[in-house]
């Protein structure tokens, strides 16, 4: 796939937008504290004007900042090499840049189990770190992902239908959800950009059609849909893969794994961030799509309290402007917020059209 990282390649193009959200994100988001030692990670593909910022922010409050660059595997949420899993294992805090970002895997459990605060923001470059950090109002998005925690906590029946064929229907009977967009306040926690919650409905209570419109990766060769994907699921794992040469790609792309748990789903994620209005081919911003829904496959972390299980990747598809129904009542329509408490959220958010 062509790499949509650093749209505009001169050195100091939004720089002082990017070093102010490069703050914004070490300081009041990541919590970083003097003393404290913070690994950054970053592939050939990133943006190192964004490594360099955040990096700076770390040094000037107080901290020992590291980054690590090293080469573009092109294999996501696999194991790097030995140097990188020892320095991460380590970290007080990491902050995850690479595009091919090694989450779920032996390394990055150990430095959960030891206590890292760690955020993947794979394929952050200063449009992103601007549009979907530095200009967002994060203590409104964050009440709006408590509320949004709450509600779908208080939920059972969940549907999700678009006018792409999606027709999903699932149980969470009592799941807890988690708010993966919150301030890093917990060790050995991961949280995520803001503008997303997710959790997994109960796996086998998971049954219908799924269909992918706007983003999905891995396999490298997507990002972008151009193609509608669709999955048949029964009891919460994909049984038929349709549509075009895309979902061919997908496919080919499970099937080399030869591990069932690839066909797994293992999460549900409302991505609600202002910020990001189109599918740009970065997943971490995909999945914030403003009113989108996006579900993941194969690796299911121990943080979104379901099952729990390890498969030999994971991958993340977006269904862009969903119909979502909570025990009957609808959250959304065709991607559009309508329960009257997220639209006085939406409002607060400067979200055009609320």
Known sequence: MNYPIGVEMTENYLSFETSKAAMKLVRDFMLVKEGEDVIITADTSSDRRVAEAIANAAFTVGANPVV?????????????????????????VWIEMAYYCVMHTPCFQKAMENGARYTCLTGLDVTMITNCI?????DVLIEFGEYLTKKMEAS?????????????????????VKHSGQRATKKGYPVMMGGQVSWCPIEESINGRLVFDAALFPPA????????????????????????AEAAVFKNWLESFNDPNMYRLAHYSIGFNPGVTKPTGRIVEDERIFGCIEMGFGSQGASLMGAFWDAASHTDGVCSKPTILLDGKPLEIDGKYVDETSVEFCKKLGVAGY
Do not use: H, M
């Open 68 to 92: 690590l660059y090293y080469p573009t595997t092109g294999k996501a949420f696999e194991e790097p090499c030995l140097p990188i899993a020892e320095a991460v294992a380590a970290a007080d």
């Open 134 to 138: 530095g200009k967002v109002n994060y």
């Open 156 to 176: 059972n029946e969940v549907i999700v239908k678009c006018a792409n064929g999606s027709n999903l229907v699932a149980y969470n009977r009592g799941r807890r």
């Open 221 to 244: 060769e997507i990002g972008i849909i151009r193609e509608n994907v669709i999955l048949d699921i029964k009891k919460g794992r994909i049984t038929d893969i349709t549509g075009g």
